[in-house]
């Protein structure tokens, strides 16, 4: 018998970088975003049907497609990997969902990413203070340079000479609080493209102003800044002409859809405005619970997306601005997932201080919760509620009703964090920061034991399967031990002679063992009638893995790790073989989790990014 798990759904937008949320401009239900370092092609009506680009191997920061739809760029943040933190910057052929070309030159981050109206050049900006103008089907550099300082807008204008073999092109840059109009011509002496460039006039009394996002339509150019306002300059005159405080916390987004041009910004306010030169008239407002990150227009106009900073993306109609949520994901790594008894919900949490609790049917949460302190652990307790640990120290009870947030109950557990937390009909018991493994009362919460047999924060706990009174705990002491609740002790201690023990399960077969990951990459067995380890499978390649988790399906046939190589193992507990390793992640994996139906594996990561595996048994 073989097995095979397949990437079902990536829940990952974050909401982190600016404008890396894109309608196709031809397909009107298809919506392009970046999720961590993977580029997600989705379906707006149906989450299930997405398609996935992968490139990059840090955060995708900047995106764009072309006017036709055929080519799609992504920037990203500077490569972990690679010597002096380059930020490639990848243009994709959409309809082959293929790699075309890639461009270098930008390092650290790629602000800005367009491409010009008729999709020949792209205009590329990065944090290490270039700009680069490439020729998109030649790979040429048309044109480059080193600026005063980093340029987070190039946008182009209306080409100009359209009848003519080699048109002039219009484009505007900005700097700090400096506007540049450039015009892009073929130079018949040289042939090649040069660029001319002018800058705008500002008022005698000046304008500090960042320019954070723009567009051109007809003869302005049209600016939001980091202080709120609108901008509108005239590029025939190369003059500035008005500018209109519009939103708090800077406009951070702006769309243009028929004679309507919108406006995001970072306090949440979306507004529909529409105008000419100074005069502007708004039409429709909206406010949502999150600064905005994008704000993107569907093809036929009728409705936009925006991104929002918490991680959210929302559908608004454009005749009146009403929102609806479309997506939620998680804001900073994501430490822990749990299933309850039923296949179809998750409960999910970061070290932002998220709870969500997923419907797995559509992927959208059923309740959300937050605190000001990191999550580190949850379980999805039998009567319902969300049992979630936490830096602080304290142990929440959140309810699991639909559209709620209301926490039921707190308790003060451990003093450095709580690390984990796991739940029985009879008592709760907690692992710390502090190294104790502390046990609960499951309905009065007093304290019944405290076991200190560790010296270092505890990593993971189990119930154990057959004895309902008896619990394992591992930590990165190298210790596994054992305790019996009924006698009230440490029953057993294993020394593990490898890593740091990272996590456990227990088989189904084989005297019910515990089975425990390492860093140094081996999954160790254990017997509590043997001092040593009765079995270990070592890791599948030759590089020394580092394992975070592992989980056994409810069958007991197959084991899932997470590893630090952002790849998800899956092994064979009858031949001891590793059948698959499941790429998806941009960082470490921190959780692996089975559904209890056995038919999907969820995995969650540093990167923020919670994947949806589905596993075949052939």
Not at 530 to 555: A, H, K, Q
Request: with cysteine; net charge negative.
């Amino acid at each position: 018998m073989s097995a095979v798990a397949e990437l079902e759904h990536f829940i990952g937008y974050g909401g982190k970088h600016l404008n890396t949320v894109r309608y196709h401009p031809t397909e009107a239900e298809t919506l392009v975003y970046a999720a961590a370092s993977a580029i997600i092609i989705e379906n707006v009506n149906d989450p299930h049907k997405q398609e996935f680009l992968r490139g990059h191997d840090a955060d995708v920061s900047a995106i764009d497609l072309s006017l036709n739809g055929k080519l799609l760029a992504s920037g990203q943040l500077g490569s972990p990997f690679r010597k002096g933190a380059v930020a490639p910057v990848v243009v994709w052929d959409f309809d082959n969902r293929s790699r075309y070309i890639d461009f270098n030159g930008l390092a650290h981050s790629v602000l800005c990413v367009r491409f010009s109206p008729d999709g020949r050049f792209l205009v590329a900006t990065g944090a290490n203070q270039m700009i680069f103008v490439w020729d998109v089907s030649t790979g040429e550099v048309v044109y480059n340079r080193r600026t005063e300082s980093p340029c987070f807008l190039g946008v182009w204008g209306p080409i100009l000479d359209l009848s003519s073999r080699y048109p002039s092109y219009q484009l505007c840059t900005t700097y700090d609080s400096q506007v540049l109009y450039h015009v892009m011509k073929f130079d018949m002496r040289s042939m090649c493209y040069t660029l001319e460039s002018d800058a705008m006039q500002f008022p005698p009394s000046g304008l500090q102003r960042k320019h954070i996002c723009g567009l051109v339509t007809g003869d302005f150019l049209t600016t939001g800044t980091s202080a709120g306002d609108l901008c509108v300059f005239n590029i025939k005159t190369k003059v500035f002409r008005t500018a209109l405080p519009v939103c708090n916390n800077g406009v951070t987004s702006m769309a243009q859809s028929g004679d309507l041009l919108f406006v995001a910004g970072g306090d949440g306010r979306i507004k529909a405005l529409r105008g000419f030169d100074i005069q502007w008239d708004v039409l429709a407002e909206n406010m949502l619970d999150s600064g905005v990150t994008a704000l993107t227009p569907s093809a036929d106009g009728a409705e936009l997306v925006a991104g929002s900073r918490n991680g959210k993306m929302w559908r608004l109609l454009s005749s009146d601005l009403t929102a609806t949520l479309q997506s939620a994901s998680h804001t900073g790594e994501v430490t822990d997932i749990a299933f309850g008894t039923r296949s179809d919900v998750l409960c999910t949490v970061s070290d932002t201080g998220e709870v969500f609790l997923l419907d797995l049917s559509d992927y959208m949460p059923i309740t959300t919760a937050f605190a000001k302190s990191p999550v580190r652990t949850a379980v999805f307790a039998r009567n319902g509620e969300i049992l979630a640990g936490y830096d602080d120290g304290y142990l929440r009870a959140w309810s699991s009703d639909k559209g709620t947030s209301k926490q039921l109950w707190q308790m003060n557990c451990h003093r450095q964090g709580v690390t984990v937390v796991r739940e029985t009909a009879n008592f709760v018991v907690t692992g710390g920061g502090d190294s104790a493994v502390r046990f609960w009362h499951r309905t009065s919460r007093e304290m019944l034991s405290s076991f200190q047999n560790h010296r270092k924060p505890v990593a993971d706990i189990l119930l154990d399967e057959v004895s309902p009174h008896v619990v394992h705990s591992a930590s990165e002491d190298k210790l596994v031990v054992t305790y019996d609740l009924k006698q009230n002790k440490a029953l057993v201690q294993h020394t593990s002679p490898g890593g740091n023990i990272t996590g456990i399960s227990q088989r189904k077969d084989h005297d019910n063992e515990v089975v425990s990951c390492a860093q140094d990459g081996k999954l160790l067995f254990w017997d509590v009638d043997y001092p040593d380890p009765t079995g270990c499978i070592d890791g599948p390649t030759e590089s020394m893995l580092r394992l975070r988790c592992c989980e056994i399906s409810p069958n007991g046939r197959y084991i899932a790790a997470g590893s630090d190589d952002a790849r998800m193992y899956i092994y064979d507990l009858v031949s001891c073989q590793c059948i698959q390793e499941c790429e998806g992640h941009s960082g470490g994996i921190t959780q692996v989790r089975w559904s209890p139906d056995q038919k999907q594996l969820i995995s969650a990561g540093k990167d923020g990014c919670v994947i949806v595996w589905n596993f075949f048994e052939l």
